[in-house]
């Protein structure tokens, strides 16, 4: 199931909104900013001007009669420049757009006062009603006098007004340039990615900030091909399982059912009646053994064992598994002995049993007659290399100490090769004795699960013809 449509966004329109934005905003910008700079800059050329056109006719003035001045105003200077000429007090003596006489003193205006007091002065005012602002420049005559030159001129906002329809073709035009551009940019930007292999991710040619994706996505592909594999392996671990347990329990139910049977039909006689019951208890024992340890192979797969952390020693559990054993020894011609001193772990006591028990026993049945089965607990310093170790295998806290377990016998021993497979279930070393020596084959298995369930380690020295020693250690507590 995809994401909804309501969160899927284009690419393709996310490119052209903001290239659209971007291009738009700086069309706007640099179109103020260009007119107010063209709008400022001509200005203050217009003013320089009429600051020199002042000067100019200050100085004409100068030269002629004072009685002409006036005269010389109307007839000499004309057009769109509005010329005043104002006396030393600030009356109006003259004004070429309006009536002089009708007109109010200027004395306070700011150009004047500072003509007076300066000889000549430059300044613009704004008109609210108008919209416009009007720029004066001053000059003082020889006699006192002030003649004062004025041009009226568009406001910058009247003047950005005027600007506004270029401004929208230009932005309009940009829209179009930009809607054309934002799908060539599109095209171009996803032609990597719709080439992309994702069953190789690591192996596309891509953009820079893309491959951390890719990596996630490698690193999903990997993990799930694992896991895939892990299933197929557990898959076919259970059908073997099955299959394994079906084939050990059919043999028991085969005896028990025949046995029963003859004994049913009363086709038993009466003095071999104890020998049948015999074999049929025997093979019922073998049945529950079986039963027992994969029960206990079930839980250890599922977890189902409570994460117990209780002080175990080590010794004692060894002592009591040679005491509950002693007797299958003593049929067996087989001596067992524990030694060491007291050595503590932590986990589950029961399971810490299972191991010591499935060990021992081992030792005792695959053994020779006249053989001997030893059993030794030690502790010694932990380094940092075993600390290292045990971390991997899910310890904590900190370890000082570890116990070392050895389960030597004097039996046949184990070929190198065949040193991890003596773990797998139902795997046996030597098939055609294994009715004779019997077993259920799960022993080792159980074994290697309790051994990492307390967080340990487990292996397996010995030569040919020499015996076989199992090296369980552990983290002490």
Do not use: W
């Amino acid at each position: 199931m995809g994401p909804s449509s309501e969160r899927l966004r284009s690419l393709s329109g996310r490119i052209f909104t903001s290239v659209l934005v971007f291009t738009l905003g700086i069309v706007l910008v640099f179109a103020v900013a260009l007119t107010s700079i063209f709008y400022y800059s001509y200005e203050c050329d217009a003013e320089q001007a009429l600051s020199e056109a002042a000067s100019r006719a200050a100085s004409y003035l100068d030269d002629a009669p004072a009685s002409d001045v006036t005269t010389l105003l109307s007839q000499q200077f004309s057009g769109v420049t509005r010329y005043t000429l104002i006396s030393e007090n600030g009356l109006v003596l003259y004004d070429s757009q309006a009536n002089a006489d009708q007109m109010d003193n200027h004395a306070s205006r700011p150009e004047v006062s500072q003509a007076a007091r300066t000889g000549g002065a430059v300044s613009m005012r704004y008109s609210d009603t108008l919209g416009t602002d009007t720029v004066y420049a001053a000059e003082k005559l020889s006699d006192g006098r002030i003649v004062r030159l004025s041009e009226t001129r568009h406001s910058l906002f009247a003047f950005l007004g005027e600007m506004l329809l270029p401004v929208v073709v230009a932005l309009v035009v940009a829209a179009g340039l930009v809607f054309l551009l934002s799908r060539i940019l599109t095209k171009h930007i996803m032609k990597p990615i719709d080439a992309l292999d994702m069953a190789e991710p690591l192996e596309n040619e891509i953009y820079e900030e893309m491959v951390p994706l890719l990596q996630r996505i490698d690193d999903q592909q990997t993990l799930l091909k694992k896991q895939n594999k892990e299933l197929a392996e557990a898959e076919s671990m259970r059908r073997d399982f099955s299959s394994n347990v079906s084939h050990e329990m059919k043999t028991p139910l085969q005896v028990i059912s025949g046995y029963a049977e003859l004994m049913k039909n009363d086709m038993v006689l009466p003095g071999d009646r104890q020998k049948f019951a015999g074999l049929i208890y025997d093979e019922a024992q073998a049945m529950r053994g079986l039963i027992n340890d994969v029960l206990t192979l079930s839980k250890l797969d599922e977890s189902a064992f409570t994460r117990e952390d209780l002080p175990i020693d080590v010794r004692g559990v060894a002592d009591r598994m040679a005491d509950r054993l002693s007797s299958f020894a003593s049929d067996r011609d087989v001596s067992v002995k524990v030694e060491g001193d007291s050595a503590f772990i932590r986990g589950s006591e029961t399971l810490a049993e299972e191991m010591l028990y499935n060990l021992i026993e081992n030792g005792i049945r695959y053994n020779r007659e006249g053989g001997t089965v030893s059993v030794r607990v030690s502790r010694r310093p932990a380094q940092a290399v075993d600390v290292v170790a045990f971390r991997e295998e899910g310890a904590e806290g900190v370890i000082r100490e570890l116990v070392e377990v050895r389960v030597s016998d004097t039996g046949p021993g184990v070929p190198e090769n065949m040193r991890e497979k003596i773990f797998e279930r139902f795997f046996r070393l030597d098939k055609s004795r294994s009715k004779e020596t019997g077993g259920t084959g799960l022993g080792l298995a159980i074994v290697k699960h309790a051994v990492q369930y307390h967080h340990g380690v487990i292996a397996v020295e010995g030569k040919l013809g020499e015996g076989t020693t199992f090296v369980l250690m552990f983290p002490g507590a």
